[in-house]
């Protein structure tokens, strides 16, 4: 079972109605994702600018996402050792070719997360963040595994917020496994997301998890703003006491919520 596949099925298939949007608005629409999916079989990724120079138009995300790679790519050696690949699938994915693309999706999810932590903290003034595994692909055995353990923390971080405002029950768990049974995913998986999501809510758990790394706590609250609508008193109130507990500061927060599109409460 690997846990990447069941977050690209799950984002797949859509956490909550406007998931699809905001990952949509977070890469900037339009041209932006014809140019990222056009990167999936191209086997772009050089050290050179080339690749990313069609990617300077356009809002939100979007709008910087060349640059913003490209001063990552400088951070880790170049262009090559980020997961542009991983992008372009996600950006195919999201102008319809979901079900073609399997766990290559996840790790899209991840790359854009990563992108968007890394965006957030350097705009807001955070000193050098580090680029985020997910954005840059892991090199060694044991960046692998920390990756694998951060998409765990994502994953597990969008099944807890579904259950912020209280009104998740046995037909909602049934509907979301039914979604992963659709695109796949094994019984193992399906068996994952229905454990998790009956479990007592874990957000200090979460938190803690993220303490002192504040590129994954940025991911951790760009994926919940994926995750649901915070359109209840009981949502927003999680997403101001996870804001607090992952210790990010209100410029990191609403530069996230501006990239997903999210409308002030």
Not at 15 to 41: F, Q, T, W, Y
Not at 91 to 104: F, P, R, V, Y
Not at 201 to 215: I, S, W
Request: charged share 20%; hydrophobic share 40%; net charge negative.
């Amino acid at each position: 079972m690997k846990i990447g596949d069941i977050l690209g099925s799950l984002m797949g298939s859509g956490m909550s109605a406007s998931s699809e949007d905001r990952l949509k608005n977070s890469m900037g629409g339009g041209g932006i994702l014809d140019g990222l999916a056009g990167m999936l079989g191209s086997g772009s990724g050089g050290s050179s600018a080339g690749p990313l120079s069609g990617l300077t138009d356009g809002g939100g995300l979007g709008g910087m996402l060349g640059k913003v790679l490209g001063e990552a790519g400088n951070m880790v050696g170049g262009n090559q050792n980020l997961a542009i690949g991983g992008l372009g699938a996600l950006a195919g994915a999201l102008l319809g070719g979901k079900k073609a693309l399997g766990g290559a999706l996840g790790g899209g999810v991840m790359a854009l997360l990563g992108a968007m932590a890394f965006k957030a903290l350097k705009g807001a003034g955070s000193d050098k963040p580090q680029v985020p595994l997910g954005l840059m692909e892991p090199r060694t055995d044991t960046e692998r595994q920390e990756l694998e353990h951060h998409t765990e923390l994502i994953l597990k971080a969008m099944l807890n917020a579904a259950k912020a405002d209280g009104q998740i029950d046995e037909d909602e768990i049934r509907r979301i496994v039914g979604k992963l049974q659709e695109t796949g995913m094994d019984a193992e998986a399906q068996q994952y997301v229905m454990t998790e999501m009956q479990k007592p809510m874990e957000t200090q758990k979460l938190m803690a998890a993220a303490q002192g790394r504040p590129e994954l706590a940025a991911q951790i609250y760009a994926a919940t703003l994926l995750a649901i609508e915070v359109d209840t008193p009981a949502e927003q109130q999680y997403l101001r006491q996870l804001a607090t507990g992952l210790d990010l500061s209100p410029q990191v927060t609403q530069r996230i919520q501006e990239m997903v599109g999210l409308q002030p409460a």
